[in-house]
């Protein structure tokens, strides 16, 4: 079975960092795309970073430039670096993962595995 455990979440100020990881089990990083979701009170959980097998990166508008996506394909972990955070990015946090290159990477749907996410509380 393929498992995404996220970890690193928590409470930080506006203008500090979080870094979330992302473990993986029965799944193989470096031949599927990954990606961070998140998901606000009274919104729909929206995209905020992936990266395709060929390390190619995208990012939601938002978030360009303070965060970065990167993955260990050693140890099948997935990261996302969040700098300069704002109250804005508050939510909870998913990982989740596609099977070999996506269109769309933003769109849910086109994912087939999902973790049990990670609160940011940024004040």
């Known amino acids: 079975d393929v498992q995404l455990v996220e970890s690193g979440g928590g409470s930080v100020q506006a203008g500090g960092s979080v870094r979330l990881s992302c473990a993986a089990s029965?799944?193989?990083?470096?031949?599927?795309?990954m990606g961070w979701f998140r998901q606000q009170a009274g919104r729909e959980r929206e995209g905020v970073a992936a990266?395709?097998?060929?390390?190619?990166?995208y990012y939601a508008d938002p978030v360009k430039g303070r965060f970065t996506i990167s993955q260990d394909n050693a140890r099948n972990t997935l990261v996302l670096q969040m700098n300069n955070l704002k109250p804005e990015d508050s939510g909870m946090y998913y990982c989740?993962?596609?099977?070999?290159?996506?269109?769309?990477?933003?769109?849910?749907?086109?994912?087939?595995?999902w973790g049990q996410g990670t609160q940011v509380t940024v004040s």
């Open positions: 029965g799944y193989t990083f470096s031949r599927n795309s």
């Open positions: 990266i395709w097998p060929s390390d190619r990166k």
């Open positions: 989740a993962a596609a099977p070999g290159y996506i269109e769309q990477w933003f769109v849910r749907s086109h994912y087939n595995y």
